[in-house]
């Protein structure tokens, strides 16, 4: 998705802004969760081996085994397995045992001493001064070891949140971008409503003196002779060539209806490039099918080729015609210096810069095209020239 600059300004950049400040706060809530349940967990589990470190001070090693499996019993929500281990290793246990248990030291009665004193048959040696000789291993159970569950919630959360946030943000930015071109497109329909009916009206007006001007320079023409004939004559030509841009213009100001119809493109293009002086190339794999006005169709054409002749005149004019993506697309193609505008303006009315040209073919190019739901469009070509495109929906075959 491609969007401006202005609605990316107003819209995403401030929404990415709040979107990574709520990420960052949803994972700084998520490790103050975490270190907070881990405390509680580690405190639930000293406390449990605490509890059985007492039991265990009043009875002995055999009796352990017996102590343990209570201590289970009352503890089953919280403690799954339970371990008593000395210097040389486990000495009682029950319950299950899980890799990683929570183990803290364990200051065991009397009874317990022959465990861990030299010559008492087991731990010798172990151990070192201060230091707690047995331990106490406590496997957690399942519900217990979910410290995190909450924490991940939390910054899951946030991370969809503050995703979702920018997804609307794009989504909320492109609707500004379709309305800017609604609202460019339809200020600029007005604008071209307003030249169109103000150049029919200028035109209707223009036309009647012009016929007068342009009958008495041809009656003038036929009774005078030198200079006075030759002056004659360049008013009938001056004349002539008003009307041809008064009849352009009202071409503009009112495009005639469209009768589409499935042609092959390819074909009408070979017949119009036939008559152009030199005749222009035209390349297409076989029949490009498409669902146009034949007659303006035709004139676009024309006016395309025209076009590109009046920049190179003696250079070669290449026609191409193809099927993309489920349109009819023709391109004309010369080797002439550009059309000397904005590629974006050169199909604006009035807009030329031929000296001798009206500003209006290209304009009544696009609006014939549009017409017939296509489009028209100028661009560099690639090694010095211009691609003319005119691209029209495609036919059924």
Known sequence: MRLSGT???????????????????????????????????EGILVRAGHDVETRLREVTPADAPAVLQAFLGENAETIEGIEVAGPDGPIASAGTARPGAFEMPAALGREWRSLVVPGGGRG?????????????????????????VLSMVVAGGGLVAGLALVGLSLFAARGLEQRQRLLTAEA????LAAVSLAGAGLAHRVRNPLAVIKGTA????????????ERATRIVASSERIESLLSRLL???????????????????????SRTVPPASVAAAGPVWAFVDRDQAESILEELLAN?????????IEVTVCAERGTALLEVLDRGPGPGVDAGRAFDPYVTSRPDGTGLGLAIVRALAETNGGSTSLAARSGGGTVASFRVPSGGN
């Open 251 to 273: 071409d503009f100001a009112r495009p005639t209806e469209a009768e589409p119809e499935e042609l092959d493109l390819a074909d009408l293009a070979r017949q119009v490039a």
């Open 218 to 229: 041809q009656l003038l023409e036929e009774k005078l002779s030198g200079q006075e004939r």
């Open 124 to 148: 010798r040696g172990q151990g070192g001064p201060g230091m707690a000789p047995f331990r106490l291993r406590l496997s957690p159970s399942p519900w217990l070891g979910q410290e995190g």
């Open 7 to 41: 609605p990316v300004r107003l819209v995403v950049l401030p929404a990415g802004i709040l979107a990574v400040a709520l990420v960052a706060t949803a994972f700084l809530a998520s490790s103050s969760l975490s270190q907070r349940d881990a405390a509680v967990r």
């Open 308 to 316: 590109a002749r009046a920049f190179d005149p003696g250079g070669p």
């Open 188 to 191: 600029e329909r007005r604008r």
